[in-house]
């Protein structure tokens, strides 16, 4: 994390601490003179947006401290953990909105409002509005993650006070009051927007599937370096925002010497770390036939019928050693299928049956990267 991505994420977090802190004041105002639980409930609201914004900049702090012994890698997942702080603080505010409301419905009290509190209103939804778009394009701009999450929260913020400032309208022309049930929409956005923070920081924790654009422009640079023949089994090991260290096999020609793979390897990673700041952790190597046209076309053959089968979706690190009739292979199974062991054998069954004398050995490999 460079010190450009700090300073946006901090300088956009403070645009919205200020913005949350102004809106809460107004609402909370509004809200209890006019009794009010919804404008109350959305005044709580923007007050939590506010404490986010607070934590995600202690945690961009924090994440951009310096490698260090225990932490060669650096600081970066604290960004998520910041991120689940906040998902926990929003589904807290959910719930405590839930509860209120209830307690509305079960005791109603009629509002009042005037003509001063509906412009408030009105405002704070267009502050939101223009804060959502602001707060999220900025985050994108610099992968965080936090910042995208308070962006869309925002967003649904606006949603939510326009629900207030119709049903506020809709009382002072009919004098029917909608505020707790309103109250209860908002409370359901607020828990929904703090579940689906939690899961997505959680899965991040967990190891969550590379982003597909970038293992495809990753494969594809590598693909276009003289001497590679294709590139599998690429791992992203995701340490924080923009932090990556990768491996990857390649295949290469069998007729390679080991100063042409090291040449080769080196250059691969110095234009892998150039074009996206990742570091490739270990390369292996594929050898490919290449003198033997005999063993291409068995290699076609068994190509298309490993291919055949339901849920393969990739075979490749063919090799066959010639001497003793060893046929080399992985094979990519979908995670859809069920019984990945049996599948395998199946194959490899029906490859002995077709191809007698062959041994057939076959490695089973994860969908991991697409």
């Known amino acids: 994390m460079n010190n450009n991505r700090e300073k946006v994420i901090v300088q956009t977090s403070i645009i919205g601490i200020l913005a949350n802190l102004f809106l809460a004041g107004f609402k909370a105002g509004v809200g209890l003179l006019s009794n009010s639980i919804s404008i109350t409930l959305d005044a709580v609201n923007n007050l939590t947006d506010a404490l986010s914004s607070v934590i995600t900049i202690v945690g961009t702090r924090l994440a951009n401290r310096a490698p260090d012994r225990e932490h060669p890698l650096g600081h970066g997942r604290i960004e998520y953990l ?97 505020e707790a049930y309103v109250g209860v929409v908002i409370s359901f956005f607020i828990l929904k927007a703090g579940w689906e923070l939690l899961q997505e920081t959680l899965s991040q924790i967990l190891g969550a599937r590379a982003d597909s654009n970038l293992t495809k422009e990753i494969k594809e640079t590598i693909n276009a370096i ?88 990739q075979m490749h690190g063919f090799y066959v050693e010639e001497e003793k009739k060893r046929v080399h292979m992985d094979v990519v199974v979908d995670f859809e299928e069920k019984d990945r062991d049996g599948l395998i054998a199946g194959i490899q069954k029906e490859l002995e049956e077709k191809f007698p004398g062959y041994q057939f050995l076959i490695t089973q490999d994860l969908d991991i990267s697409d």
């Open 82 to 178: 910041t991120a689940s702080v906040i998902s926990l603080l929003v589904l807290y505010a959910g719930f405590t909105s839930l509860i209120e409301s209830g307690k509305k419905i079960l005791h109603p009290e009629e509002p009042s409002y005037s003509m001063i509190s509906l412009v408030i209103i009105f405002v704070a939804v267009l502050v939101k509005f223009f804060l959502s778009r602001f707060v999220k394009r900025r985050g994108e701009k610099v992968n965080s993650q936090n910042l995208i999450a308070s962006g869309e929260d925002a967003g649904n913020d606006a949603i939510l006070s326009l629900s207030v400032f119709l049903s506020a309208l809709f009382f002072r022309f009919t004098g029917i009051s909608l």
């Open 226 to 313: 003289p001497g590679v023949f294709g590139t599998y089994d690429l791992f992203l090991h995701n340490y924080g925002p923009d932090t990556y260290l990768a491996s990857a096999h390649i295949e290469v020609a069998d007729t390679m010497h080991a100063a042409e793979l090291d040449a080769l390897m080196r250059k691969i990673e110095r234009k892998i770390y150039k074009n996206f700041h990742v570091i490739m952790a270990g390369i292996s190597i594929y050898s490919r036939n290449t003198e033997n046209k005999a063993l291409l076309k068995l290699q076609q053959e068994i190509h298309d019928l490993v291919l055949s089968k339901e849920h393969v979706l």
